[in-house]
């Protein structure tokens, strides 16, 4: 019987699709497979969480849109499933397409990347927050980096400078490499204003789980209690659980510093009150000028392009005017940091 | 003429849900300003040229088999009464622990796979054992402890990933366990393309199918032709029953989650084996809960499971062509939570007329035979019993 029924359920399923399959010709539209002229037929695949995270697959679209705006051309978004069991697919089927050049967002593509890039010689390859100094990836892969622990030791000296509790936190959304270097940074930060500042650090979700990146819940959690230990700012890198953090700075009237893009602006009001400023990772910048450079013919590959302090890949937003009065200061370290008298250590 | 009603009955529920499912989908996409149609072609366009046509059957292959292994995992427990949640965090601390096994000896071809195999299973077991335990000494609830479990399961792996087991270099954005050494690698069955006369696909069949076909097997006749599985299927269907015939019904709560451990061992080796030589942070995770979905749809028969496994996956290749029509590959995730939604309905809907009916024609003779198939999610007061 239940042989019957599968084989029942898996027969109707295959009918029920054949039989649209006529009519629908007319209705897919979309990008034919034939170049128009010299546009650029961008492909961007994202990370888990996709299209929509407030963070930097957004970020990655914005210098996409900048790009084709400047330049002309389509882009094709691509997001991974659930488990993003398939980022694979996604970088082949976007080459295989002809999109030229593929741009994959986020360090996990690390792997499939290298699979995937020498299969397609022809096609030039982006990698976000992937290194590829070495060539390991392939010849047509470009590594765009940042220096996040740079742009994290900005928040932790506005942070040990406006706090009074002398007392700051960090929230890490997931326990890895990548933000490790922004808890580095942050508590290097604060320790060069003030080394007897207490620095609490958690993270949301151990390496491997990457719910942390996700869960506004815990993200609350985890800051409500940093408050009540005595916290008085708390920098959050932990994505879209960073909601969280800022709900909670609401609630017990303390402040909180945002992440990779200027948070101020996209926050509601009550939580505008409260984010003094956010570390800025320049993505879309980074992404629109890859693309440039590849419309020009000037990408070589095999290479990185580090966002740092001097490029402005990396800094402090100012929305609020919050960190105004400490404009100098801050100044000051990043003068220091750009001088190399500071090096900013990337691992807690 | 019974036995043709009741076939009926048992064809129109899956019939039904799929309907429903469709109508459901169909009216989402169209809620979202898409064309319905459109999304439906790309479901059964598999590509232009032959090479893309054999891909997109590898990607459904290769998606399937640790479906099929997560679906069975569940099923076993299930046709017990349990409800083993915790296949999620067995699978990780199996593969976890088997990835650095494996990397860590040194062994010839066949022998090294096994050797990983077997620890995967054993470790499996082990971590589902403690659910068992905990059940028949102290009387917890599976569902409790399984998902607890998971949480520690997560953090353990992190943790071993991380530690002791970590064999990527200092500063490597991915933490991963040491590569597995090429006698550890499974090879793949793209050798069948070719024997059939098709196009090579440009991705690697796992050759793990083959494992998944032969453990799908060996649970059918398990289940089906031994003492072992007639015990277990009849301690799911009545426990108390069950008791009063002289099962151990303790006995069978640890067995039955141990095989269930044992088979979720093996869900994360397909990728190992056959394609990350290694465990990392970025390795496939929630296939456990997936299985839940797909022994639910499966109606926890191997065959049924195969079914699911292969429609689920089916289902998921098209995520990335229904973005390239400006769909959104939610809609995936859609069709396949309508479908299991709707197939559990529908078979509750259809147990209970069958229910029904026998009682109106023989009074309070034996109770309906279609009970041996449905789902399991209905028995959940009557397994408390069991481990009680």
């Known amino acids: 019987m239940t042989k019957a029924a599968a084989l029942l359920l898996a027969g109707s399923l295959a009918l029920a699709a054949c039989a649209s399959d006529e009519e629908s010709s007319s209705a897919s539209g979309g990008s034919g497979g034939s170049g128009g002229g010299e546009d650029l037929k961008i492909g961007l695949a994202f990370d888990t969480g996709g299209r929509g995270d407030q963070s930097f697959n957004d970020s990655a679209v914005a210098g996409v849109e900048a790009a084709i705006e400047e330049l002309g051309g389509e882009v094709q978004e691509l997001s991974p499933n659930d488990d993003a069991s398939n980022r694979g697919e996604l970088l082949t089927q976007l080459a295989e397409a002809g999109y030229n050049p593929v741009i994959a967002v986020g360090f996990n593509y690390d792997e499939v990347i290298a699979e995937v890039a020498p299969q397609f010689p022809d096609t030039t390859f982006a990698q976000v927050d992937g290194s590829n100094a070495d060539g390991a990836k392939g010849d047509n892969v470009t590594g765009l980096l940042f220096a996040e622990e740079q742009g994290s030791f900005l928040a932790g000296v506005a942070a040990a400078l406006k706090t009074e509790t002398n007392n700051v936190g960090f929230v890490g959304g997931v326990e890895s490499p990548l933000i490790e270097k922004f808890q580095a940074g942050f508590a290097a930060g604060a320790e060069a204003v003030n080394p007897d500042v207490e620095v609490q650090v958690q993270y949301l979700s151990p390496a491997g789980d990457f719910s942390g990146f996700g869960d506004p819940q815990k993200g609350k959690l985890v800051a409500q209690g940093m408050y009540q230990n005595g916290a008085d700012i708390v920098f959050h890198a932990a994505g879209g659980s960073g909601e969280g953090v800022f709900e909670a700075a609401v609630e017990a009237g303390k402040r909180a510093i945002g992440v990779d893009s200027d948070q101020y602006l996209t926050a509601p009001a009550d939580q505008q009150a409260v984010i003094m400023t956010s570390m800025l990772k320049r993505v879309d910048n980074a992404v629109q000028a890859f693309i440039k450079a590849y419309a020009e013919g000037e990408v070589e590959g095999a290479t990185d392009v580090t966002n740092d302090l001097s490029t402005g890949g990396v800094g402090l937003s100012t929305s609020g005017g919050y960190i105004d009065d400490i404009a100098d200061q801050i100044e000051e370290f990043e003068q220091q940091i750009l001088d190399g008298e500071i090096t900013v250590p990337t691992t807690p | ?388």
């Open chain 2, 1 to 388: 003429m019974t036995a043709l009603r009741r076939l009926g009955t048992s064809l129109a529920a899956p019939a039904l849900a799929v309907v429903v499912a469709l109508v459901i989908t169909t009216l989402v996409i169209v809620l979202i300003g898409q064309n319905p149609l459109t999304a439906l072609q790309v479901l059964v366009d598999f590509g232009d040229t032959p090479a893309q046509q054999t891909q997109a059957i590898v990607v459904i292959l290769n998606r399937a088999v640790p479906l099929f292994l997560a679906g069975l995992a569940v099923s076993v427990a299930f046709r017990m009464g349990l409800f083993n949640i915790g296949v999620e965090g067995q699978y990780r601390m199996a593969t976890v622990v088997a990835a650095g096994v494996g990397a860590a000896v040194v062994l010839p071809g066949p022998l090294h796979v096994l050797l990983i195999m077997v620890v995967a299973m054993a470790v499996g077991a082990l971590w589902a054992g403690i659910v068992a335990v905990l059940k028949v000494t102290r009387g917890v609830s599976e569902v409790i402890s399984s998902i607890m479990l998971n949480f520690i399961a997560l953090g353990t792996a992190s943790f071993l990933l991380t530690g002791p087991l970590r064999g990527s270099p200092e500063g490597a954005s991915i933490i991963t366990t040491e590569r597995l050494p090429a006698s550890a690698q499974f090879p793949a069955l793209n050798g069948l393309f070719g024997a059939l006369g098709l196009a090579q696909p440009r991705g690697q069949l796992f050759g793990f199918l083959l494992v998944a076909v032969v453990v799908g097997i060996v649970v059918s006749v398990l289940l089906k032709r031994t003492r072992f599985g007639f015990d277990l299927r009849a301690t799911g269907l009545s426990p108390s029953a069950a008791t009063a015939s002289g099962i151990d019904a303790r006995r069978m709560v640890v067995k039955t989650m141990l095989i269930s451990g044992a088979i979720a061992g093996l869900i994360g080796l397909p990728d190992l084996l056959g394609r990350t030589y290694s465990f990392g942070t970025e390795f496939t995770a929630g296939l456990g809960f997936l299985g839940i979905a797909v022994a639910l749809l499966g109606r926890n028969s191997p065959l049924g499971i195969a079914f699911a496994a292969l429609l689920f996956a089916f289902l998921d290749r098209a995520a990335v062509p229904l973005q390239f029509a400006d769909i959104p590959a939610s809609v995936v995730t859609i069709i396949q939570g309508t479908i299991v939604l709707s197939v559990v309905i529908a078979n509750e809907v259809s147990r209970q007329v069958t229910k029904r009916r026998a009682g109106r024609q023989s009074g309070q003779a034996t109770p309906p035979a279609a009970d041996a198939t449905g789902p399991a999610g209905t028995r959940i007061d009557a397994r408390q019993e069991a481990g009680a």
